[in-house]
């Protein structure tokens, strides 16, 4: 069955960086775009980033727009998210998902792993 | 951005009462929705795609209707594991943009 498992996060000062990544079993990771989508705290969701089957496309929410990047190392079978310049408004659990689109453009989540919670704090 | 509404921000039911949730777009989305379910400390769970499609394995009380700018989600009998918060995303165009979420809580 279809398993994402994320991890890297943490607690981080403000201005600093933190890696994320998503490791995905039970389907073929490199046919298939995959999304960050984030929760503050008792909040709710927030899509972040995209990026497509072959790593060509990406696309990210204004708010991390220039200081996130989204990556993937399909030889891995692992997604990223490289975070910089984080910000308080920034903590949240993270997630990762799968899209269901089929080596085509990503148009709609239907998997999501379990969530690595960042804290950006002083 | 598309900004997507939800109605009601949270309400009261209890079992076997039929609820009704509304997705408004701030522009049209095509039929470019979907309806997530999550309970706490849970990751979101797809119940609704294409605005009415049901999703393989989710039971058949759940469906949803709409199309453009106006959307529903509807439980026809709650059952007490539906208990839990309603988001609806949209796909039409980037940036994907949730609602507010919807939480249904026990009367």
């Known amino acids: 069955q279809v398993q994402l498992v994320e991890s890297g996060g943490g607690v981080v000062q403000p201005g600093r960086s933190l890696r994320l990544s998503c490791a995905a079993s039970?389907?073929?990771?490199?046919?298939?775009?995959i999304h960050w989508v984030r929760q503050a705290p008792g909040k709710g969701l927030e899509w972040v980033a995209v990026i497509s089957y072959d790593g060509i496309n990406k696309n990210y929410a204004d708010s991390v727009k220039g200081r996130f990047t989204i990556s993937r190392d399909n030889s891995k079978n692992t997604l990223y998210l490289q975070m910089n310049s984080l910000r308080a408004e920034d903590t949240a659990v993270y997630f990762c998902?799968?899209?269901?689109?089929?080596?085509?453009?990503?148009?709609?989540?239907?998997?999501w792993g379990q969530g690595t919670l960042v804290t950006v704090s002083s | 951005a598309i900004q997507m509404t939800q109605s009601p921000s949270s309400l009261s039911a209890s079992v076997g009462d039929r609820v009704t949730i509304t997705c408004r777009a701030s522009?049209?989305?095509?039929?470019?929705l979907g309806w997530y379910q999550q309970k706490p400390g849970k990751a979101p769970k797809l119940l609704i795609y294409?605005?009415?499609s049901l999703q393989s394995g989710v039971p058949s009380r759940f469906s949803g209707s709409g199309s453009g700018t106006d959307f529903t989600l509807t439980i026809s009998s709650l059952q007490p594991e539906d208990f839990a918060t309603y988001y609806c995303?949209?796909?039409?165009?980037?940036?994907?943009?949730f609602g507010q979420g919807t939480k249904v809580e026990i009367k």
């Open positions: 998902a799968k899209d269901y689109a089929y080596q085509l453009l990503p148009n709609l989540i239907d998997y």
């Open positions: 039970g389907f073929s990771f490199s046919s298939y775009g």
């Open positions: 522009q049209g989305v095509r039929n470019d």
């Open positions: 995303l949209q796909d039409y165009n980037y940036p994907w943009t």
């Open positions: 294409a605005a009415s």
